[in-house]
Every structure is written in C-alpha cells, then in structure tokens.
C-alpha cells in the first residue's frame, strides 16, 4: 500500500491573518505552511502524520504532494525529518486562484509517479485530538471491504454539519449510503463527519481521471464532491470507519479558528485520565420467568446494590490484567491450603473474565468499523458477589469491564447500543470462555433496575435481540435473598432440559410458555402493585420449574431453603441457577425469625437493596 499526504492547498487566509496580527504572538509563524504549523502534543501537524505513516511494513512508499509556493519549506522539513525528498511532488501551483483542487493533486502523484497500488489519503494539515489512533487495523478493516473507505467521527456539540462532509452509515454493513458535502442541517440528520482520510483501491483509481474531465473547474475538485459523485451517482461501494476522536482541517480557517482548536485539542490531550476509571456492575436476582430466557420465554429481573463487581482501569505503559487476590491465587500456604480453596473455588477466577472481554472488545470494534487508539491500561477488578449461587458473578465483571473500555476508548451507546451490549456480554461467556448462560443477567445488568424482558423467537431472528423494559422501582415490597455457605457449581442445574427443548418434548416446551405467561402476569402485578399476587406467582414460577426440572437437578440444597422459607409463609423461588433463593414475605414481622432459620441451617441472609439507576443518577459507577 502507498501513502499520499496532500499539503498543496493554499491557506490565505489564515497566512493573512498571521502576518497582520498585531499581537506579535505569533510573528514566528509569519509563512509558514499550515501543514508545518504548531499542532498538539509540542509537534507540527505533519510530524504526526508523518510519524503514523512511517512504517515499511504497512507502506512501500509514502509521497507528498505541495504546491510551488511552499515547495522549499517541505524540501527543507523533509530533510530534517527523515522524509525521502525525491518523494515530495510539486504541483506547480502559487495561488489559490491557479491551484489544481485536491482530486487533480492526487492523481497527479498516482500519474507522474506510476503508482499501481491501494493507496491511503490523508491530509496533512488535519489537527487530530488523539495521536494514538491505529493505521494498521484501518488497513485491516479496508481490506475486509470489497470497496473504497472513508474514516469518519462524530461530531462534537459545537461543530457545525454544514462545514463537513457528511456521511449516512449503514449500521449493519458500513456502507455509506450518502455523502452530503457541507449540506444545510435539515438535509440529513447524520452527525458523522468525514474527514481527509481515505483508502482507495487501485482499480478505482482511474475514476479520477473520469471525474476530472467532468470538473474543468478547481472549486468542483474536492475531495467531498468526488465522493458525493462516487457514492450518490454511481453507486459504487464505499465504506465508512469511526474514529472515536475529532479531527480538525486547517483548511481555509482564520488564526481564531485555529487557535481555538488547538486549544481545545491539547487540553483534551492534557485531560486524558490520569485518574482511574472505575465502573460497578450489580447481581441480580430473576423474580419471574427464569429459566426460560434462553428457551425463548420472558422474564423480569432485579438489579440489588447489596453485591456488585467493580472494574478499574488505568493508563499504563504495557497492557496488565492484574490478579485479584482471593479470586486468582498464586501463593498458597500448603499444598492442603491449594488443595481446599481448588476444591471449593475451582480453577477458574476471574481473570479470563477481564482477557476474554479486552478480546472480544478489540474483535468488536474491528469488525463494526471503530478504529481504536493505540493506549495501553491496566485493568484489576474486585468482587463481592457470592460465587457459584447464580447471581450473574461472571456477567457483572465482563460488564464492569465492558463499561471501563467504553469509556476509556470513547465509544458511545450509539457504536454500541444496549441491546447489542448485553448480546457482546453473553458472547464474551458462551463464544470464548464456553459458560451456560442466558441473556437475562446481562440485559439487567446493562439496562440496569426492574427489566421485563421478551425472548421470543420471533423478535430474535428479526432483530437478534429481544423485547426490553424498564419497570417502575417506587413502593416495591421487601424482597429478600438466601444462599448456601458451600454451594455446588449453579451450572448443573440446567441438566438435561436444553437438549429436551432442542428436540421437540412437549413437556418442556409447553412449560417454557407457561413460564412466558406468568412473566406476564407478574409485570400486570408490579404496575397494580399487588403483592399478594406477586408473590403467589413466584411460588408458581418454581413449582413449575421443579415440575419440569425434577428434585434431583435442583438438589437437596435448594429444596432445603425452599421449605425453609415456606414455613414462614413466605414466597419464594430460585433467583438463577441454583445455590440460592429469593423471596417476598408479605409479614414482615417474620424476616428476623426466617434470618435466624436460615442461618442456623449454615445458609447466609439478607434483605435485598434493589438498585435503581434513576434514583440515584448512576450509570454503574460508585
């Protein structure tokens, strides 16, 4: 692949404006190219291009192209910075009246030079926010295209779309089904602008040559309305990529202008945190329809403050995925000691759950067209929720995590919205780390409160994802939670039932419907705020589940706590997996007696906290 840099345009305006300034700030910049200019970070804008490009094993050649007026200020920053100067291409141009417009600059490179290549385009006198950005998986993403690629960003609040070129984005392809060269706002409600960073394959190069003889004029030899040309006209395959950073062209710009974005530019740079990002992710407890969201039922599902997973990242160096001590040991007091916490804990903590997630992040964002920057953290997390009870302990560190990379990699809810997020969730488990698991744990742990969800069959082919609702929180009654001090591993309740389901057996099918209904059922009873019935339905939702189920997959350990918790007249179900129950005691005055029941039987006791995100104002951070 070849490289162009394009630095032939003339900036009068801001030249003008440096040379009259009367401040004497910027006296020293007095002729100097706009590509050569101050730009972030202590160095001139093209250093950074020049800098990013300058890799033998992405570019064969890296050329760049100016005009006669500035030609010996680059032939001197060539030789300065390493550049090969025969590589510097001169368009003969001195005034921006004569200039040839920056289609006829490229192809006059591709022409005088015989160049035979995909090449990449990138204007270099573009102010980038963020120096760290990888040209290598753009080159990736461009050649898993059968089409030419356009890098865009999301324009900040205060940048206006009639001053960019604006491109409308197939969600689903990438593919841009239109590019609106500095339209009126009300022409396209695209907030994705373009920038002078292209990949262009060789065989569409000669549609240069096409478009110029259609342009005799230099105003009509932009880059915006080739494309627009390219995209809107001919119809040919062009993709689009997201940087998560803003760019800046310098441009035809004043010295405010370019003031201003360098300001604003450098402190972004100096405001990159320092300071860690720590995001919570909460368990949750399946107040109806649980089993059933992996067998296209419904279920509603609670989010509790009482235990969470918390994520911390920070900028590093080298990328370090930190052990956590409990949960990933290395150091054990005796080989007993190794024995008993291997018996108890398994082999398998927490630390996969943080590999597994940066993994499946980065092969995300490569596939759906987000071009990371090149930034290194660490990243450590800690946990209180109990283990091996089905309280979604995995799914709240994958989604603590997911929220520490979103926010350090800038990646909005529009690149990755929720319901997708909660699908990236279980495939980090299912795809990569080979858990059982549902959808249910990771919509309510990324919707977060009192979620109703729908599974069925119909909205999941359609959509690849199902029916979400966030439920009123206000006035619910006192639920309460219990768990076995020494459970099982919670997977081995789902048994044999998935294999029934795929195979057609009535019993299980039907019951999977019936437990859809009684989700159903209990949303109509939450917004009636009719408790009693809520909690019959709970004790029907388990009855069901242990019809179909049989006592010897619930096992003896959960039996226990449900007749435990019956005998206070208290409803009560299996809040996930197994190794734990949830239930509604309409007598309050009983949850005393019921803790001291439960605890003398070695189970451990606790009312529950739900987690409602819109009291407090959180997304899931402390």
Wanted: aromatic residues 10%.
């Amino acid at each position: 692949m070849i490289c162009i840099l394009l630095v032939a345009g003339h900036g009068t305006v801001l030249e003008a404006q440096i040379k009259n300034d009367d401040t004497g700030l910027y006296s020293h910049l007095t002729g100097v190219p706009k590509a050569l200019l101050p730009g972030t970070g202590g160095k001139k804008i093209l250093d950074f291009w020049w800098e990013t490009v300058n890799m033998r094993q992405l570019f064969t050649e890296v050329y760049l192209v100016t005009n006669a007026d500035k030609y010996k200020h680059y032939e001197r920053w060539a030789t300065a910075n390493d550049f090969p100067v025969e590589n510097v291409v001169n368009d003969g141009s001195t005034t921006l009246e004569n200039r040839l417009g920056a289609v006829a600059d490229l192809e006059l490179v591709i022409r005088s030079r015989g160049l035979q290549d995909d090449i990449m385009v990138i204007a270099g006198d573009m102010l980038c926010a963020d120096q760290n950005f990888d040209v290598a998986q753009v080159i990736r993403f461009f050649r898993s295209k059968p089409g030419e690629l356009i890098i865009y960003y999301q324009l900040e609040e205060s940048e206006s779309s009639s001053s960019r070129g604006m491109v409308e984005v197939c969600p689903d392809t990438h593919r841009i089904s239109r590019f609106l060269e500095k339209p009126q706002p009300d022409l396209t409600a695209s907030r994705l602008a373009s920038v002078v960073f292209y990949c262009i394959r060789r065989e569409t190069l000669p549609r240069m040559c096409d478009y110029l003889s259609l342009q005799p004029r230099a105003n009509d030899r932009s880059f915006g309305r080739f494309w627009e040309w390219l995209i809107n006209e001919q119809q040919q395959d062009v993709f689009g990529m997201k940087l998560p950073t803003g760019f800046q062209l310098i441009g035809q710009v004043g010295l405010s202008d370019y003031t201003r974005w360098l300001t604003h530019y450098s402190s972004k740079q100096q405001n990159k945190p320092a300071k860690p990002i720590t995001c919570r992710s909460y368990a949750r407890v399946g107040l109806m329809g649980n089993p059933s969201d992996g067998f296209h039922g419904k279920t509603i599902a609670m989010s509790i403050s009482n235990f969470w997973a918390e994520v911390t990242l920070v900028d590093s160096q080298t990328l370090v995925l930190v052990p956590h001590p409990l949960n990933d040991p290395t150091e054990f007091g005796s080989l007993q000691d190794l024995f008993c916490i291997s018996r108890k804990e398994g082999y398998l903590g927490g630390l996969r759950l943080l590999q597994a997630t940066c993994k499946k992040f980065y092969q995300f964002c490569s596939k759906q067209g987000i071009a990371l920057t090149k930034q290194n953290f660490t990243l450590k997390y800690d946990t209180n929720i109990p283990r091996q009870v089905g309280l979604a302990g995995s799914s709240a560190i994958v989604s603590a995590t997911l929220k520490c990379l979103m926010k350090f990699y800038n990646i909005t809810d529009n690149d990755l919205p929720k319901p997708i997020r909660a699908n990236f969730i279980l495939n980090v488990e299912t795809d990569e780390l080979f858990i059982t698991a549902g959808l249910q744990d990771r919509v309510v742990q990324v919707y977060q409160g009192l979620v109703y969800m729908d599974f069925s069959k119909t909205l999941m082919d359609q959509q690849g994802y199902g029916h979400y609702v966030s439920l009123d929180m206000s006035d619910l009654p006192t639920f309460w939670l219990a768990y076995l001090s020494d459970p099982s591993d919670s997977g081995r309740i789902h048994s044999n039932i998935r294999q029934r389901w795929l195979s057609g057996e009535q019993v299980v099918l039907e019951a999977m419907k019936s437990f859809a209904e009684l989700t159903d059922q209990a949303r109509a009873a939450l917004q009636d705020r009719d408790w009693r019935r809520l909690a019959q339905l709970m004790d029907q939702n388990f009855e069901l589940r242990r019809s179909v189920y049989t006592d010897e997959c619930l096992g003896p350990g959960n039996l226990k706590m449900v007749a435990l918790a019956r005998q206070f007249g208290s409803a009560v179900k299996l809040p996930g997996s197994g190794g734990a129950v949830v239930g509604l005691c309409l007598d309050q005055d009983k949850l005393v007696a019921m803790r001291q029941t439960f605890q003398q039987a070695g189970c451990v006791f606790c009312v529950l906290s739900p987690y409602n995100p819109s009291a407090t104002g959180s997304a899931g951070s402390p």
